[in-house]
């Protein structure tokens, strides 16, 4: 969290597991530390910010923040988990800079509206959504290799950045943000999705990611 957040990024991820009823960050099973709660990773950390920037989520209170969550474990029994957990941090959910986006493994479509107002879902391009869940949608994504099979390095091929844009697109008409996961890592590669307007870059090189956007080479 401390890494994403000092760079000022407008989205940050997390993975979680409900495990002997704590909620855990980590990205596989064999990796579970009760030590590493939601709330000592990110929740904490995130409110004392909050509380030090007056109420704001960045010190220069104009970014918005995603949360995004990934639930790995149980749908329902780790959403309700996590609200009752979220429901703790009124300067969080009641913040207007702050959206809480759950991914992974989530409730169906038609449940969406059954959530609380500070619950958004990661929808899908493929999945059907009526007017009243699709407002509980606060992103979509798609897995990158769908569409393409380019490594990130050199240039990738007119049919496959063809194929991109339109799922790009289909999210945008749909009045959403996009993201790809599973993506290509690499400068190449975030040129590429700032050029086709992803609006959310995937990444595990939060530094230099944050280096290259100030530089805006692209």
């Not at 704590?22 to 995130?46: C, F, G, N, R, W």
């Not at 800079?97 to 391009?125: E, L």
Request: hydrophobic content about 40%; charged content about 30%; cysteine-free.
């Amino acid at each position: 969290f401390a890494l994403a957040y000092e760079n000022g990024f407008g989205s940050i991820e997390a993975d979680i597991w409900l495990k002997d009823e704590l909620l855990v960050v980590a990205h596989d099973a064999k990796d579970i530390d009760p030590k590493k709660t939601l709330s000592v990773l990110y929740l904490d950390p995130l409110a004392k910010r909050i509380a030090e920037n007056k109420g704001k989520v960045y010190a220069d209170g104009k970014k918005e923040l995603q949360l995004l969550i990934d639930i790995k474990s149980d749908a329902i029994a780790t959403l309700d988990a996590l609200i009752s957990v979220l429901e703790k941090y009124p300067s969080l959910i009641q913040n207007k800079k702050i959206r809480f986006v759950i991914s992974g493994n989530r409730p169906q479509p038609t449940d969406y509206v059954n959530y609380p107002s500070f619950i958004f879902f990661d929808g899908r391009p493929a999945e059907q959504y009526d007017k009243k869940a699709l407002k509980k949608v606060g992103l979509i994504s798609e897995n990158y290799y769908k569409f393409a099979m380019w490594n990130g390095i050199g240039e990738i091929a007119a049919n496959q950045r063809t194929a991109l844009l339109s799922v790009i697109k289909k999210a945008h008409e749909m009045g959403k943000p996009f993201r790809f996961w599973a993506t290509p890592d690499t400068e190449a590669s975030w040129k590429l999705f700032m050029e086709l307007g992803v609006d959310y870059i995937n990444t595990d090189k939060v530094e230099a990611l944050a280096s290259f956007l100030k530089r805006k080479q692209f």
